[in-house]
């Protein structure tokens, strides 16, 4: 047995509070909770909060509550690195009285300057010997000269660099601030951090955090026991890209968790999305309970390929989870839309009666929450809201005036139930030559105000026959009156 298999598994999501979040962010933070709750290991909220110009509360609070919603909950956090400043003092303390970092005054027109003609960008060692005092300015780590640091990858192998390839990079501000490399090593020691798993993009950062790691525990820094002594296992994730194949983007791209909630996707279609970004199942399937994800995942099968973030796929998978709701789930996830203050008609009006005997008519036809609010807008407004394309299309046709007049007529005589009016309706279609679909196109504008909806008759007899026929009758009105014979 490995020493990674003898210790319970402990993984961070260390997110920055710097904006939305980012649904690459949430992807890495399933990733780890599903990693931590398939091998009874802890998962841990981390937020790394040190960049006080950038870092604003409320994103961490949307952090939280986005977790929340998608039902992963850290065991531990949030910690937050803006509260462990003297943990930080304490490291950049014992590594700088190790030797193993120096102090630098470099501006940076000044090595730009000497390093202008060097073949490979960088610092160029210019303080290693001058023995600045530990004040006079930012302090870098010396890097070994010789020799390879080497990251052992889950998903991604044995990634080798030379550390002639690794500048001594900057550890602390001249500010005297610790920067993130520091900072999340001695958190990851400090907490017994026992897998990494992040995105690719901080794969190129991991042999200096290694560096770090190996010095510090040189020195004898971190708890004392032995979790200090073990390096954790790393995973980088694969990117997550757009339909070009290009990194998905704050600025070009839909990526915040935050709007696709708003927009009306359910915590389990999206979680169940994510985790499709870069793993698969054995068997191939796709729409997975969360058991049923947590059994399968394992780390070892994340792809290493960049995964195609797809609004349409996700939007599909959204319907299906809709559509497997019961009838009171379904009527609990629409409750934000059909609601004051959201709801588009006055909160009087609504009779959620009404609306659960239209719910299952509903669940069939949306993709998204925020359309359940169009789809029966019509039985709760005293009006409906006639959608100016839809009327366009049956004021247009020569046929809308007799087809209205029929209706209008056999409406008032005929049973109001379900089957008879569906009956009615096809009897004055077939009178005017033509199918039941193009007949009650118009009769369904004239009392749903637009050309698709829950299904019409159901519709017609839960809005009784007063108010059908006073729809029909304005329809009507705004057509003029008949022509001459």
Same mark, same amino acid.
């Given at each position: 047995?490995?020493?990674? !298999?003898?210790?319970?598994?402990?993984?961070?999501?260390?997110p920055?509070p710097?904006? &939305?979040?980012?649904?690459?962010s949430?992807r890495t =933070?399933? &990733?780890?909770?599903?990693?931590?709750?398939?091998?009874g290991?802890?998962f841990?909220?981390?937020?790394?909060?040190?960049?006080?110009?950038?870092?604003?509360e409320?994103?961490?609070?949307?952090?939280?509550?986005?977790?929340?919603? /998608?039902? *992963?909950?850290?065991?531990?956090?949030?910690?937050?690195?803006?509260?462990?400043?003297?943990?930080?003092?304490?490291?950049?303390?014992?590594?700088?009285?190790?030797g193993?970092?120096y102090?630098?005054d470099?501006?940076?027109?000044?090595?730009?300057?000497?390093?202008?003609?060097? $073949?490979?960008?960088? &610092?160029?060692?210019?303080?290693?010997e001058r023995?600045?005092?530990?004040?006079?300015?930012?302090?870098?780590?010396r890097?070994?000269? !010789?020799?390879?640091t080497t990251?052992?990858?889950?998903?991604?192998g044995?990634?080798?660099?030379?550390?002639?390839?690794?500048?001594d990079?900057?550890v602390?501000?001249?500010?005297?601030?610790?920067?993130?490399v520091?900072a999340?090593?001695?958190? %990851?020691?400090? *907490?017994?951090?026992?897998?990494?798993?992040?995105?690719?993009?901080l794969?190129?950062?991991? $042999?200096k955090?290694?560096?770090?790691w190996? !010095?510090?525990v040189?020195?004898?820094?971190g708890?004392?026991?032995s979790r200090?002594?073990l390096m954790?296992?790393? =995973?980088?994730?694969p @990117?997550?890209?757009?339909e070009?194949?290009?990194k /998905?983007?704050?600025?070009? %791209? $839909?990526?915040?968790?935050?709007?696709?909630r708003e927009e009306?996707?359910?915590?389990? +279609? *999206?979680?169940? &999305?994510?985790?499709?970004?870069g793993?698969?199942?054995?068997?191939?399937?796709?729409?997975?309970?969360?058991?049923? *994800?947590?059994?399968?995942?394992?780390?070892?099968?994340?792809?290493?390929?960049?995964?195609?973030?797809?609004?349409?796929k /996700?939007?599909? @998978?959204?319907?299906?989870?809709?559509?497997?709701?019961?009838?009171?789930?379904?009527?609990t996830?629409?409750?934000?839309?059909?609601?004051? #203050?959201?709801a588009?008609? $006055?909160?009087?009006?609504?009779?959620?009666?009404?609306?659960?005997?239209?719910? #299952?008519?509903?669940?069939?036809?949306?993709?998204?929450?925020?359309e359940?609010?169009? @789809?029966v807008?019509?039985?709760?407004?005293?009006?409906?809201?006639? %959608?100016?394309?839809?009327? =366009? =299309?049956v004021?247009?046709?020569?046929?809308? #005036?007799?087809?209205?007049?029929?209706?209008?007529?056999?409406?008032?005589?005929?049973?109001w139930?379900?089957?008879?009016?569906?009956a009615?309706?096809?009897?004055?279609?077939?009178?005017?030559?033509?199918? /039941?679909?193009?007949?009650?196109?118009?009769?369904?504008?004239?009392?749903?105000?637009?050309r698709?909806?829950?299904?019409?008759f159901?519709? @017609?007899?839960?809005?009784?026959?007063?108010?059908?026929?006073?729809r029909?009758?304005? +329809?009507r009105?705004?057509l003029? #009156?008949?022509?001459?014979?």
């Amino acid at each position: 047995m490995s020493d990674f !298999e003898e210790r319970r598994p402990r993984v961070r999501f260390a997110p920055s509070p710097t904006g &939305y979040f980012h649904v690459g962010s949430a992807r890495t =933070a399933l &990733y780890n909770w599903l990693f931590a709750r398939g091998t009874g290991g802890t998962f841990i909220l981390r937020i790394e909060d040190t960049d006080i110009e950038r870092n604003r509360e409320e994103w961490t609070t949307g952090i939280v509550a986005a977790l929340e919603w /998608l039902d *992963m909950v850290p065991d531990e956090g949030p910690y937050h690195q803006s509260e462990r400043s003297e943990r930080y003092a304490e490291a950049i303390d014992a590594l700088w009285d190790a030797g193993v970092l120096y102090a630098c005054d470099c501006t940076r027109g000044e090595l730009e300057a000497r390093t202008k003609d060097d $073949p490979t960008p960088g &610092y160029d060692g210019f303080c290693r010997e001058r023995e600045l005092g530990r004040a006079e300015g930012a302090l870098r780590l010396r890097v070994p000269d !010789e020799g390879t640091t080497t990251v052992t990858d889950i998903v991604r192998g044995e990634v080798a660099f030379p550390n002639v390839s690794i500048e001594d990079f900057v550890v602390v501000k001249s500010t005297g601030a610790p920067l993130f490399v520091l900072a999340n090593i001695v958190d %990851d020691i400090d *907490m017994g951090i026992t897998h990494v798993i992040r995105g690719e993009d901080l794969l190129p950062s991991t $042999p200096k955090g290694l560096l770090l790691w190996d !010095e510090l525990v040189r020195t004898g820094f971190g708890p004392d026991d032995s979790r200090v002594a073990l390096m954790p296992a790393f =995973a980088h994730l694969p @990117m997550l890209v757009n339909e070009r194949r290009q990194k /998905l983007s704050k600025r070009r %791209d $839909p990526v915040a968790v935050e709007s696709y909630r708003e927009e009306g996707y359910v915590p389990g +279609a *999206m979680r169940n &999305y994510l985790a499709l970004l870069g793993w698969s199942h054995p068997e191939g399937r796709e729409i997975l309970s969360v058991e049923e *994800m947590v059994d399968a995942f394992r780390l070892e099968a994340v792809n290493h390929a960049p995964a195609f973030f797809d609004v349409d796929k /996700l939007r599909w @998978m959204n319907g299906e989870y809709l559509r497997a709701m019961t009838l009171d789930e379904f009527v609990t996830a629409s409750r934000p839309w059909i609601s004051a #203050p959201h709801a588009p008609w $006055p909160a009087e009006r609504f009779d959620e009666g009404v609306f659960r005997h239209v719910g #299952p008519l509903v669940q069939d036809r949306v993709t998204l929450l925020r359309e359940v609010p169009g @789809m029966v807008d019509f039985l709760f407004l005293e009006e409906p809201e006639v %959608d100016v394309q839809s009327w =366009a =299309a049956v004021a247009a046709d020569e046929a809308t #005036p007799a087809i209205l007049d029929a209706a209008f007529a056999a409406y008032r005589e005929c049973a109001w139930e379900e089957g008879v009016l569906h009956a009615v309706t096809r009897e004055l279609g077939e009178s005017a030559g033509r199918k /039941l679909n193009r007949a009650q196109a118009p009769i369904r504008v004239a009392v749903t105000g637009r050309r698709v909806g829950p299904p019409l008759f159901e519709s @017609m007899a839960l809005l009784g026959r007063e108010v059908v026929l006073e729809r029909i009758a304005a +329809a009507r009105g705004r057509l003029g #009156p008949p022509h001459a014979s």
